[in-house]
Nanobody
Framework: QVQLVESGGGLVQAGGSRRLSCAAS???????MGWYRQAPGDQREWVAI???????DYTDSVKGRFTISRDNGRNTVYLQMNSLKPEDTAVYYC?????????WGKGTLVTVSS
């Protein structure tokens, strides 16, 4: 079983930055790690992914503003969020698939004020 713990959320003004962290309880070296978010009243949506080989991809709405990275030595994945907008307000979740199972963290809330 994999435990994922997100941190780094909080209140930030529009145009500001925030870095989220996702700490895993297991070695993530071979895992593709993802970030998702869920705004109030909306469905959970994919935000970014980073493969075990370091390839990164993003949903269109965050391209050029968000950067996903990983530190395998710390079993941690990061999401650097810049130029934040009010529409980025959401609970951000870390996702990790392993051996046919999908694991989620409990999320961290990011609120962007206008």
């Amino acid at each position: 079983q994999v435990q994922l713990v997100e941190s780094g959320g909080g209140l930030v003004q529009a145009g500001g930055s925030r870095r989220l962290s996702c700490a895993a309880s297991t070695n993530i070296f071979n895992m593709n790690m993802g970030w998702y978010r869920q705004a109030p009243g909306d469905q959970r949506e994919w935000v970014a992914i980073i493969t075990s080989g370091g390839y990164a991809d993003y949903t269109d709405s965050v391209k050029g503003r968000f950067t996903i990275s990983r530190d395998n030595g710390r079993n941690t994945v990061y999401l650097q969020m810049n130029s934040l907008k009010p529409e980025d307000t959401a609970v951000y979740y870390c996702r990790a698939p392993l051996h046919g199972m999908v694991y989620w963290g409990k999320g961290t809330l990011v609120t962007v004020s206008s």
